[in-house]
Structures are given as structure tokens and as C-alpha cells.
């Protein structure tokens, strides 16, 4: 059976039955298109509407085929003002939810809605005896229920925040402790220690000098080429070489003093052949000579020794490694060069004897006498060429 209302007293009433709702449970419902916000309402009324045939038998028989199921969608369109009438017994669950009453003798004074107002609904009294429509203090259980679930939804949060935030501290006193122990980022730079120190540099090293496998060592020298870049404090770089490439940090200790960490690239990514330099920033010279603690990078017997390497500033840009390139062998390395002017130069790296450096001065500083040993070895360091190789200064 429908019962025709008008769909503005369908909307009124399905209006005030979610404000109970609301009121009640302390939930608020989102009334929008979406079916699902409606469930516990549309819920609520199916468990007073399956009580009908006990509460009013001469009017609604026994269900055995889901019957007097209300279902979210038509809560939805009673209370959107999309349907002027209801099925009798959506309208009296609705009723019975408002009021905890039936409407007079059961269904057969209904029509009592038609006269009533919008601010009468939910509070006009029709049937003298009060019905038990769900089980005693159900919405209350419910509430009860989604506030200990709140409950415990905070106080979990809460913990999490609490573990959180004790992780931050422990992870930030560590931090903090490591980088006050290891003097890490000790000074910060000034924009002219960061302009003198980044760009691409070329570097001459005498390692090869100590390599006892080597015959031809005599004055050998390896020239380097380095991408130095700022980076939050500190300076990264990549340093290429004929036979294998660095990549390390710098941080200034104090304004003008660098110190160096580097580590042999390899495959494995394990760390390789550290280094430790210092370096002095001098306003004067784009050439500086740096002191390092390194290595001769001898396959056969990598010692340490102590080094002298001339630093020379050769402008800015980036450096990358060509790969199967025509014009080194498999003991050069070939590189390009591009400038922020657009140029591009190549630029070949390879072992070659001291007499062949073309900077002013540098010879000098990368001879045998530019090498300590950490071991004496006076075999080591040749003060003579022993082949007799004489190449025209």
C-alpha cells in the first residue's frame, strides 16, 4: 500500500527523521547523492519496519521475503523531495523512529501528517501508550560503541604521534651528535669562497712516480679533471682520471681552509682508496698547490704516501665522459667540456712525463721530490731516468 503525501511532506518528514538521527548518535550524516551515507539510517527503520506485523498485525501480515526492507536509495530520494508518496510501512517506521508511537489506530489515522506543520514534525504526540520499537537503549549502544571506537582511534594516533615524535628526537640527537663529534659543516661559506671554489678544474699528480711496476715511471705524471658543485653547505665533485675516476665532498674548517674527501669509483660501490687533501683558497692565483694524503694506485702494491697536487681553475661548466671514443685508447679517457657560452671542447686525459706540461711552474711542484713515502724505499722514487730518455724541455 503507498501512502500519497506531496513530495514537500515527504521531505519534511524523511528531513526530520535524519535530525534525530543526528541528534542521537552524534553523527552527522553527509546528505548528498551517495547512497551509502544513508545506510544507518535506512538500517534503523528496516528494524522498526520488521517489527510491524507484531506491533500492528491487522495491517501488516508476517514478511518471509524481505518485505519491509527500506533501503538507502529510498531514504535518499524521500529526503531530496524526489518521490511524493510512500510505501505504508516506510512511512510508519518513519513515524514510529520520530515519535516512538504508532500513528493513532495503527495506519487508519495517517492522514493526521497532512495538517501537520514543518516545526510540528517530531513533536506532535498522536497515540496515548508509548510502543517499544527497537531493543532498549540500541541508539545509545551504538553511540556508546562509535565513542569507545573514537576513543581508541585517538589514543592510537596518539601513541603513534607519541613513538613519532621520540624516533625524531633520537634520530635528530644522533645527528646532532654526530655532526658536533665529526666536526661536520664546521663554517659556512661566503659567496666568494663559493665562487672561487666551484667550476671545472685540472689537477697534476706524481702518483704514477711511485708505481714499482712501472719502468717507464721517471717523471710520469697523471693530469685529472674535476666538476666541483655547492650543495647546502658543503661541495660535491667528480674527478676523472686516464685509468679511473674519484667522486668525494669538500667542506671549508675555517674561511679559506677546504678539506678534500675522496674515494675511488668502482663497481661493488664500496669505498676505495680514500683520500684526505687540504687546500688553502688564496685571492691571488687561480693555480694552488693542495697537500694529500692518498695513495700510488698501484695494482700490484697500492701504498699510502703523501703527495703534492697542483690545483688549476680552468672556468665553469660541466664535464662528461664520452664513451667508445675514437681518439683514446684503453689508458686515455675522453672528455667534454661544456661551457656556459655554449662551447664545447674535448679534451683527452693520459699518463705523459712532467716535461711535457705546458702551465707555467707546474713541473716543478710534481716531481719526485713532490712525493713522501710512508715506508722508506729508496728504490722507489726514481731521482734518474733509467731508460736515458731525454724529452726537450
Known amino acids: 500500500m503507498t501512502i500519497k503525501l506531496g513530495r514537500e511532506k515527504v521531505k519534511r518528514l524523511m528531513t526530520a527523521v535524519l535530525d534525530k538521527h ?5 553523527t552527522v550524516i553527509i546528505r548528498n547523492q551517495t547512497p551509502s551515507n544513508y545506510n544507518t539510517v535506512a538500517n534503523q527503520l528496516t528494524i522498526i519496519s520488521n517489527r510491524l506485523p507484531e506491533l500492528c498485525p491487522e495491517n501488516f501480515s508476517p514478511d518471509t521475503n524481505g518485505r519491509y526492507l527500506i533501503n538507502p536509495t529510498q531514504v535518499r530520494d524521500a529526503y531530496d523531495g524526489k518521490v511524493d508518496s510512500l510505501k505504508d510501512h516506510i512511512y510508519e517506521a518513519c513515524f514510529l523512529f520520530l515519535h516512538n508511537k504508532l500513528s493513532g489506530d495503527c495506519l487508519e489515522e495517517k492522514k493526521q501528517l497532512d495538517v501537520l506543520t514543518e516545526t510540528e514534525i517530531g513533536q506532535q504526540p498522536i497515540s496515548p501508550e508509548p510502543i517499544e520499537l527497537i531493543p532498549p537503549n540500541t541508539l545509545q549502544a551504538w553511540s556508546a560503541r562509535k565513542q569507545r571506537s573514537l576513543m581508541f ?4 594516533l596518539f601513541g603513534l604521534l607519541l613513538f613519532a615524535g621520540y624516533k625524531w628526537y633520537t634520530v635528530n640527537q644522533r645527528l646532532t651528535t654526530l655532526t658536533h663529534d665529526m666536526r661536520i659543516l664546521p663554517y659556512k661559506p661566503s659567496a666568494a669562497e663559493i665562487a672561487a671554489l666551484e667550476g671545472v678544474w685540472k689537477i697534476y699528480t706524481a702518483s ?14 697523471v693530469p685529472n679533471m674535476m666538476e666541483i658543485n655547492y650543495k647546502n ?7 676523472y682520471g686516464p685509468a679511473f ?10 674561511p679559506g681552509i677546504v678539506s678534500i674527501h675522496s674515494r675511488v669509483l668502482n663497481d661493488s660501490g664500496n669505498m676505495a682508496s680514500p683520500k684526505h687533501s687540504l687546500m688553502v683558497l ?16 698501484d695494482a700490484e702494491d697500492n701504498r699510502i704516501i703523501g703527495i703534492r697536487e697542483v690545483y688549476i681553475k680552468k672556468g665553469q661548466g660541466t664535464l662528461a665522459e664520452i664513451k667508445n671514443s675514437l681518439l683514446g685508447t684503453k689508458y686515455d679517457r675522453v672528455l667534454q667540456w661544456s661551457k656556459p657560452n655554449q662551447q664545447r671542447d674535448t679534451i683527452v686525459l693520459t699518463n705523459h712525463r712532467i716535461e711535457v706540461i705546458d702551465e707555467k711552474g707546474v713541473r716543478e711542484l710534481v716531481d719526485e721530490n713532490s712525493i713522501v713515502l710512508k715506508d722508506p724505499d729508496s728504490t722507489l722514487i726514481l731521482k734518474v731516468d733509467p731508460l736515458g730518455f731525454k724529452i726537450k724541455k
Open 282 to 297: 688564496e685571492k691571488s692565483t687561480s693555480q694552488l698547490n693542495v697537500i694529500s694524503a692518498s695513495w700510488n694506485f
Open 208 to 221: 704514477p712516480q711511485a708505481r714499482k711496476w712501472d719502468t717507464g715511471r721517471y717523471h710520469k705524471t
Open 153 to 156: 582511534i585517538s589514543i592510537v
Open 233 to 239: 653547505g658543503y661541495f660535491v665533485f667528480n674527478r
Open 22 to 26: 543526528d541528534r542521537e548518535t552524534g
Open 245 to 254: 675516476n674519484q667522486d668525494g665532498f669538500m667542506q671549508l674548517e675555517a
